[in-house]
């Protein structure tokens, strides 16, 4: 069965204080693994889409990384205005077109 | 980016009513969109994939006559919670993915409270 999980569950950092959130996948055939950031009561807005193992994205203060088995998510020198959940999908072979596995996600804090 | 809009983003019902969500894509066409469901710490479940002019796709488990998907064109799908209960509280979201795109971009979503 395909799987999604991510870990820690919740993250709280000072303003400043780097870390990497994980997301580890088991599925049968990955098609690309997706970041997305979402606050509370929204919709989840797309961040990056990762394809292939040793692929890297950056934005601002985030970058994306991929292997064959997890994903990270590092964040640089973070601001409260980057507390949200941060969910990680996947988008597998034989899936429906567009279908997505998400995983729970990890909720940062990010206290100033 | 592509914008999908949702509508409304909370709606309060009484029990036995019935409640329609409408998702629209604003400057795409999207044949197919989807439909999810969300609990407090919990991931996205996909309910049912909304096919434009075809009957919607429902996930195991999922009542399709308790929930009514319509994809009538290719910028509106609605999804309707018919005979509502409180167990039904949830937050609703939908999403659509560009042709030839492999991300999805999803709406802002909907809180549903059943009273």
């Known amino acids: 069965e395909d799987q999604v999980t991510q870990s820690p569950e919740a993250l709280r950092l000072q303003e400043g204080e780097s870390s990497s959130l994980n997301c580890s996948y088991t599925?049968?055939?990955?098609?690309?693994l997706f970041w997305y950031r979402q606050d509370p009561g929204k919709g989840p807005e797309f961040l990056f889409t990762?394809?292939?193992a040793g692929e890297e994205k950056e934005k601002e203060r985030l970058k994306a990384t991929l292997t064959k088995k997890e994903s990270f998510l590092h964040i640089t020198a973070p601001k409260p205005e980057d507390s949200a959940t941060y969910l990680c999908?996947?988008?597998?072979?034989?899936?429906?077109?567009?279908?997505?596995?998400f995983g729970k996600g990890t909720k940062l804090s990010v206290k100033p | 980016g592509a914008v999908v809009s949702q509508h409304p983003s909370r709606v309060i019902c009484k029990s036995g009513t019935s409640v329609k969500i409408e998702c629209r894509s604003l400057?795409?066409?999207?044949?197919?969109m989807f439909w999810y469901r969300q609990f407090p710490k919990q991931s996205l479940m996909l309910m049912a994939t909304?096919?434009?002019?075809?009957?919607?796709?429902?996930e195991q488990g999922v009542e399709k006559d308790k929930f009514l998907i319509n994809h009538a064109s290719l910028t509106l799908s609605t999804l309707t919670v018919t005979s509502a209960h409180p167990e039904d509280s949830s937050f609703y979201i939908c999403?659509?993915?560009?042709?030839?795109?492999?991300?999805?971009?999803f709406g802002q979503g909907t809180r549903l409270t059943v009273v």
């Open positions: 999403s659509a993915r560009v042709q030839g795109q492999e991300k999805a971009f």
């Open positions: 599925v049968s055939g990955l098609r690309g």
């Open positions: 990762l394809y292939s």
């Open positions: 999908a996947v988008h597998v072979d034989g899936g429906s077109q567009g279908n997505l596995i």
């Open positions: 400057d795409f066409q999207a044949t197919t």
């Open positions: 909304s096919n434009e002019g075809s009957k919607a796709t429902y």
